[in-house]
Protein backbone atom coordinates (compact mmCIF):
# COMPACT_ATOMS: atom_id res chain seq x y z
CA UNK A 1 0.00 0.00 0.00
CA UNK A 2 1.34 3.30 -1.10
CA UNK A 3 0.16 6.78 -0.22
CA UNK A 4 -1.34 9.14 -2.74
CA UNK A 5 -0.91 13.24 -2.48
CA UNK A 6 -0.34 13.78 -6.54
CA UNK A 7 -4.33 14.75 -7.71
CA UNK A 8 -4.16 17.29 -10.95
CA UNK A 9 -6.88 18.57 -13.25
CA UNK A 10 -7.30 17.44 -16.84
CA UNK A 11 -7.86 20.11 -20.15
CA UNK A 12 -11.63 18.99 -19.21
CA UNK A 13 -11.60 20.01 -16.11
CA UNK A 14 -12.08 16.12 -14.25
CA UNK A 15 -9.73 15.49 -11.63
CA UNK A 16 -6.41 12.84 -12.65
CA UNK A 17 -4.38 10.45 -10.47
CA UNK A 18 -0.30 11.24 -10.64
CA UNK A 19 1.26 7.87 -9.85
CA UNK A 20 4.65 6.70 -11.01
CA UNK A 21 5.09 8.98 -13.78
CA UNK A 22 1.17 7.80 -15.35
CA UNK A 23 -2.08 9.80 -15.21
CA UNK A 24 -5.25 8.36 -14.34
CA UNK A 25 -8.83 8.98 -14.39
CA UNK A 26 -11.32 8.63 -12.50
CA UNK A 27 -13.10 5.14 -13.50
CA UNK A 28 -15.57 4.02 -10.95
CA UNK A 29 -16.62 4.20 -7.62
CA UNK A 30 -16.92 0.79 -5.47
CA UNK A 31 -19.89 0.33 -2.78
CA UNK A 32 -16.74 0.19 0.27
CA UNK A 33 -15.95 4.22 -0.68
CA UNK A 34 -12.98 2.49 -3.00
CA UNK A 35 -12.03 4.56 -6.76
CA UNK A 36 -10.79 2.59 -9.89
CA UNK A 37 -8.69 4.75 -11.64
CA UNK A 38 -7.88 3.46 -15.23
CA UNK A 39 -4.93 4.75 -17.26
CA UNK A 40 -5.85 8.11 -19.27
CA UNK A 41 -3.98 6.13 -22.40
CA UNK A 42 -6.44 3.93 -22.25
CA UNK A 43 -8.11 4.50 -25.85
CA UNK A 44 -5.13 5.84 -27.47
CA UNK A 45 -2.28 3.26 -26.82
CA UNK A 46 -4.98 0.20 -25.13
CA UNK A 47 -3.58 0.42 -22.15
CA UNK A 48 -5.60 -1.20 -19.54
CA UNK A 49 -3.42 -0.35 -16.17
CA UNK A 50 -5.79 0.36 -13.37
CA UNK A 51 -5.16 1.25 -9.42
CA UNK A 52 -7.75 1.10 -6.83
CA UNK A 53 -7.39 3.44 -4.11
CA UNK A 54 -9.70 4.36 -0.77
CA UNK A 55 -8.90 7.50 1.08
CA UNK A 56 -5.76 8.25 -0.62
CA UNK A 57 -4.07 5.00 0.08
CA UNK A 58 -3.26 2.78 -3.00
CA UNK A 59 -4.86 -0.51 -2.00
CA UNK A 60 -4.62 -2.56 -5.67
CA UNK A 61 -2.95 -2.79 -8.89
CA UNK A 62 -5.39 -4.63 -10.89
CA UNK A 63 -3.41 -4.70 -13.78
CA UNK A 64 -0.30 -3.25 -13.19
CA UNK A 65 1.56 -2.83 -16.52
CA UNK A 66 1.27 -0.15 -18.89
CA UNK A 67 1.20 -0.69 -22.55
CA UNK A 68 3.48 2.51 -22.87
CA UNK A 69 6.58 4.39 -21.26
CA UNK A 70 5.07 6.86 -18.39
CA UNK A 71 6.58 10.45 -18.38
CA UNK A 72 7.91 12.15 -15.18
CA UNK A 73 8.25 15.52 -16.63
CA UNK A 74 4.79 15.11 -17.58
CA UNK A 75 3.17 14.99 -14.31
CA UNK A 76 5.07 17.73 -12.93
CA UNK A 77 3.79 20.16 -16.27
CA UNK A 78 0.16 18.55 -14.99
CA UNK A 79 0.69 19.74 -11.40
CA UNK A 80 2.15 23.26 -11.98
CA UNK A 81 -0.50 23.66 -14.55
CA UNK A 82 -3.45 21.93 -13.07
Same mark, same amino acid.
Given at each position: ?? /? ?9 ? /???? @? ?6 ? @?????? #? ?8 ? #? ?5 ? &???? &?? #? @????? #? ?17 ? &??G
Amino acid at each position: ME /NLREYSTSKRG /NRTL @LYRGHDFC @LHSELK #NGSRVWRCTK #NRTCKCK &ATVV &AR #N @LVIVG #NKIPQHSHKGSISFGLVRR &AVG
